[in-house]
């Protein structure tokens, strides 16, 4: 399954729709503007709540809590490292789960713990805004898939501001 991410280029919160394969919306993302620390919002196209990412503020390198449908999934944080950024997965939902590939060329994948890939993200260049194409292998990962996804953009625009 693949989904698909447009972010806006001009825009004074994060706010876009996230479609599938076939071009239909599948899910609204919106930031909060005054908060401390970033906050995203996923709702389903019924307005339901499906995803909510917040940051943690006081730590030392880049901590996001993930919460899937109300209950805590993933925590994604930022490991030191010299040459490349490294992230660290970990939660009741992602036992194991890895980050790999280049960051720098926004080309990754994540991986279980035996090393079979759950979702592999490509950005594509050359385009008005972030655009991403994510490669979701099992339907029933596709949230905690898009969380991961959207958490490690978040870092990453942290980092550029």
């Known amino acids: 399954m693949k989904l698909y991410i447009k972010q806006k280029v001009f825009s ?22 005054f908060t401390i620390g970033r906050k995203l919002h996923v709702s389903d196209m019924a307005g339901h709540e499906v995803i909510y990412i917040a940051q943690e503020v006081w730590a030392w390198m880049a901590k996001y809590h993930v919460h899937i449908q109300g209950s ?56 008005w805004g972030d655009s991403y194409e994510l490669d979701v292998a099992d339907p029933a990962d596709e949230l905690l898939a898009l969380a991961l996804v959207l958490t490690i953009d978040c870092v990453k625009a942290s980092q550029n501001n």
């Open 12 to 33: 004074w919160k994060d706010r876009f729709t996230v479609k599938d394969e076939y071009g239909d919306d599948r899910y609204q993302v919106e930031g909060e503007f």
């Open 72 to 127: 805590h999934a993933a925590d994604v944080q930022q490991k030191f490292s010299w040459f490349r950024p490294r992230y660290e997965i970990s939660g009741p939902a992602c036992s194991g789960w890895t980050v790999e590939g280049s960051f720098w060329e926004h080309d990754y994948e994540v991986l279980d713990g035996a090393g079979n890939c759950i979702v592999r993200i490509s950005k594509e260049w050359m385009t």
